[in-house]
């Protein structure tokens, strides 16, 4: 029996061992090898850049120097004393790094500065002495002449404007708001705001002078030589007032005036251009018949000044 099962399992491992073993699988073709294409990167966020905080720079301010504790605005006032104006300029601008709006400081900071024709600066410390002080009319107006100064016609008139409204009675006031008007060409402006000024002060000769300079602008003629004559009275050693006298001279008729308000202009201002022009020029006039002068050039208007 055992034999038996022993042939059939002989049998069997031969019938298995006949058999052919399937055929692999064959591989793909082998195709052509393409880069692969990388996923897109999205770009970066933009971060946006931090806003800067902190207080404002202080255009008027210095880095203090030295020791703790020193007191910058006596060392300014010494160098003063000392004629070292620049030393305490400096010094003065240093006593602002501790408190911004230290009056005493910023004082002498816009009388230094305005002293050495640093428009721009003095503007700036007198601009803030008003804004300190709401009821301080005259340091808007010195920073509105500052301002005009430096060509800021607009910053001037607001100024002035400010100055005015705080004060209607400041004759200064209401001068610096025309001489602005002038300077940005509202001559209707200008000469209600100097008319106003002469209405609180009638003998202000300087009033009288940009008012007279006002009226030559707009061709009022009459009106100017009436001013300007009593301009001149009040300051008779002032060459720009004699040109401005000269021109309402000359455009009235009067040439013989206007060439020895010339000539006196050209006088006490050797270096006064206008007045020598128009000195040169009305030399070579004639008056006419009717007593008008026969010119050929208008002549140079002087200027509007303090």
């Known amino acids: 029996m055992s034999n038996r099962l022993l042939a059939v399992s002989l049998a069997a491992a031969l019938v298995a061992g006949c058999q052919k073993s399937p055929a692999p699988t064959p591989s793909p073709p082998a195709t052509e090898s393409r880069p692969a294409v990388a996923a897109a990167v999205p770009a970066p966020a933009v971060t946006p850049l931090p806003k800067p905080t902190g207080a404002p720079v202080d255009t008027l301010a210095l880095p203090r120097s030295g020791p703790p504790g020193v007191d ?29 709006e230290d009056t005493d400081a910023l004082t002498l900071i816009a009388r230094l500065t305005r002293a050495s024709g640093q428009v721009a ?14 009821d301080d009319a005259v340091s808007l107006v010195q920073a509105a002449r500052m301002r005009l100064a430096a060509g800021r016609v607009e910053a001037a008139e607001a100024l002035a ?29 200008a000469i209600q705001s100097l008319e106003q000024a002469r209405t609180l002060e009638p003998a202000h000769g300087w009033v009288l002078n940009n008012l007279g300079f006002a009226y030559l602008r707009a061709s009022r003629s009459p009106e100017a030589l009436e001013v300007l004559e009593r301009a001149a009275e009040l300051l008779p050693e002032a060459a720009v007032v004699q040109n401005n006298l000269g021109v309402a001279l000359e455009r009235t008729g009067d040439l013989e005036g206007a060439r020895a308000s010339y000539a006196r202009s050209a006088l006490l201002a050797p270096r006064y251009v206008k007045a020598r022009v128009n000195g040169e020029r009305t030399a070579m006039l004639r008056t006419g018949a009717d007593g008008g002068v026969d010119a050929t050039h208008v002549p140079e208007e002087g200027d509007g000044e303090e």
């Open 161 to 189: 404007r400010s100055a005015v409204v705080r004060d209607d009675g400041n004759v200064e006031a209401w001068q610096a708001l025309g001489r602005a008007q002038l300077s940005s060409g509202n001559l209707a402006g």
């Open 121 to 134: 600066l003095a503007a700036d410390a007198y601009e803030r002495l008003g804004r300190i002080d709401p």
């Open 72 to 100: 910058h605005l006596a060392r300014a006032e010494k160098l003063r004393a000392d004629g070292d104006m620049a030393g305490a300029l400096v010094e003065a601008r240093r006593a602002l790094a501790d408190d911004g």
